[in-house]
């Protein structure tokens, strides 16, 4: 039976640094982003490489549903790396038949890098209110969310992705820790828009972010982002030694 796993985070966090990790798996096949032709579609947002996206992919998700996460793989794990705020207008039973980890990040930081490229930034374009209803859904259901918060990811690597193994119940595997630098094959067209630190890097690394002050215009969206996020975070995986 295939494990299909996806990955719910927002923009700017260690998504796809947590995709290389899993394709370092030799029983996992990665996917990167299915629903983004489909978000660009619905919403009509407008995201760096627009067009291109949109030609990439089939942009309608009872499709991506069909043909990619439920499709069948040559491997017994599937990563899916999704983005929490291209859950919109999609059926979610799907949900149901996968595992769902929730990837969250300091919303401060995430609001100063994304909104470089999404000048008018709001919550709804961070995920933090949809990955708080994947949250009570999970709660809901009586199972126990699994939630990875990155800077407890970068600042001990092995324990957490120990203790998230541990909760996917798949063995743990070392080749996790580390990757070449450069392109993968499974990044999406926008990869060039996106990707270019994750790209020069091999590993999680746990550089001090920048913390300048952010402009008075994103503070009302930092003040709703960050109780969507503590609420998250009380659910953190802590590390296994």
Same mark, same amino acid.
């Given at each position: ?65 069909? $043909?990619? &996460? ?5 491997? *017994? +794990? =599937? ?9 919109? /207008? ?45 949250? $009570?859904? &999970? ?5 126990? *969310? +699994? =939630? ?9 690597? /092995? ?83």
């Amino acid at each position: 039976m295939t494990l299909r796993i996806n990955c719910w985070s927002g923009p700017r966090n260690i998504s796809t640094a947590l995709m290389y990790s899993f394709r370092e798996r030799k029983d996992t096949t990665v996917v990167d982003e299915p629903f983004y032709a489909h978000y660009l579609r619905v919403s009509g947002r407008e995201h760096p490489g627009y067009q291109e996206i949109l030609v990439s992919q089939d942009q309608h998700s009872e499709q991506v549903v069909q $043909n990619v &996460i439920q499709s069948e793989y040559s491997t *017994p +794990v =599937v990563f899916f790396k999704q983005m929490c705020h291209h859950l919109v /207008e999609i059926d979610l039973s799907f949900l149901d038949n996968c595992s769902n980890i929730l990837l969250i990040r300091e919303p401060s930081l995430v609001i100063r890098s994304h909104a470089k490229n999404v000048p008018d930034l709001k919550v709804s374009d961070i995920g933090l209110d949809v990955q708080n209803f994947l949250l $009570n859904r &999970i709660l809901e259901s009586g199972e126990m *969310p +699994v =939630v990875i918060d990155s800077a407890n990811l970068l600042m001990k690597p /092995e324990a957490i992705l120990k203790e998230l193994c541990q909760q996917l119940e798949i063995a743990f595997d070392d080749s996790m820790l580390s990757w070449e630098p450069g392109a993968k094959p499974e990044d999406g067209i926008w990869a060039q828009h996106w990707y270019k630190n994750t790209h020069e890097s091999s590993g999680f690394s746990n550089q001090e972010p920048n913390r300048d002050p952010l402009p008075e215009k994103f503070l009302p969206v930092l003040e709703e982002a960050t109780v969507l996020y503590e609420n998250l975070k009380k659910y953190a995986c802590e590390g296994i030694e």
